[in-house]
């Protein structure tokens, strides 16, 4: 498959690392790929560890994980949240299912244990997660990037061009796809890294007296 040709799903929660969401996602732009990022709603800001903000293009209820050849699942502390969401973990599972490409740095073996698609699977992490995928079944090893079939995974912000480099790769062994195997669903790309005011990531009880709570994200604080 041609990478212009190739449709990219881009996953966005609070508390992503900055270089982890964008740098996929301008590379990849500027390669000729649709990258959609994809949060649990569109049109609602998402801040950073940094408070760096993201608005999605699509929400995770919107999209069909059957459109897309590939999805890259950014680390920072966004995968606590990610694999708690039911159609993310949907949404990674079916495009490992059918072949595709599901790529995962840092935090992001978290959502691989989760999808249940990191057992037997040759992969890496972050080093303070390494437990978790190992207990999850997959095989750690420490390396810049591990590739396992259609499964791409890497440590560390500074291991995205490696990272980076493997995904296209992968992507270019697909076969191509018909406008037939997609859904006639319109993905408008709306999201970008301009912006005028930073995002602080903050937490609220979910009701009165509560002691269960969400993160949200608020502008210019």
């Known amino acids: 498959m041609k990478i212009e040709n190739s449709r990219i799903a ?19 732009r500027e390669a000729g790929a649709a990258v959609t990022i994809v949060g649990p709603k569109a ?9 760096y903000p993201v608005v ?10 059957a459109d897309f050849d590939c999805v890259v699942v950014p680390g920072g502390f966004s995968p606590e949240s990610l694999r708690r969401n039911a159609g993310m973990l949907n949404l990674v599972r079916n495009v490992d ?20 698609i990191a057992k037997g699977r040759r992969l890496t992490c972050v080093s303070v997660i390494r437990d978790d995928v190992i207990n ?5 090893v420490d390396e810049p990037v591990v590739r396992d079939g259609n499964l791409i995974t890497s440590r560390l912000p500074n291991d995205l061009p490696d990272f980076c480099r493997a995904i296209k790769q992968a992507i270019e062994e697909l076969p ?4 037939e195997a997609r859904s006639t669903h319109d993905y408008d790309v709306k999201s970008s890294a301009n912006y005028s005011s930073a995002a602080k990531v903050k937490t609220g009880a979910v009701a009165p007296g509560s002691a269960n709570y969400l993160m949200y994200a608020a502008r210019g604080e």
Do not use: M
């Open 97 to 116: 299912e059918r072949g595709s490409v599901v790529a995962a740095i840092c935090h992001a073996g978290w959502v691989l244990a989760s999808a249940g």
């Open 176 to 179: 191509e796809r018909t406008s």
């Open 136 to 140: 999850a079944g997959g095989n750690y």
């Open 56 to 65: 999605p293009d699509e929400s995770i209820d919107d999209v069909n994980p």
């Open 10 to 28: 881009v996953l966005a929660e609070n508390q992503y690392q900055e270089l982890e969401l964008w740098y996929p996602v301008l590379r990849f």
């Open 43 to 51: 049109d609602q800001v998402y801040g950073s560890k940094l408070g």
